[in-house]
């Protein structure tokens, strides 16, 4: 997920602003599947700049917290050259799992 609104718009450049969207999506998207945030057993952020994200880490840990609740999974961040999207700053994969 990237931070992108539902009608596939950015409606911010800031890097903590877009990860709080990608964390928004991710749930939506979880939900949409039967699934929690409690499922997420791995997540992986792939930042375009490492320096950006290490300064906005106090806003994503606490949209993090908001959204997710807890740091119980697996998580890794890479920096990368660019995403797809010019405008993405930050793109968010997780894996869910749901027992049935």
């Known amino acids: 997920m990237i931070g992108v609104c539902a009608e596939q718009r950015f409606h911010s450049d ?3 602003a ?10 939506a998207v979880l939900q949409a599947g039967g699934a929690k945030h409690e499922h997420i057993v791995r997540m992986t952020c792939y930042v375009t700049n490492k320096r950006e994200y290490l300064a906005a ?7 993090f917290r908001e959204l997710i609740g ?14 797809i999207e010019d405008r ?4 968010i994969a997780v894996t869910a799992v749901v027992a049935g």
């Open 14 to 16: 800031d890097f903590a």
């Open 18 to 27: 877009q990860a709080h969207q990608a964390l928004l999506n991710i749930v």
């Open 57 to 63: 880490l106090t806003a994503i840990g606490a949209s």
């Open 70 to 83: 807890h740091y119980a999974i697996a998580m890794t961040a890479v920096q990368v050259s660019a995403l």
């Open 88 to 91: 993405a700053k930050v793109e």
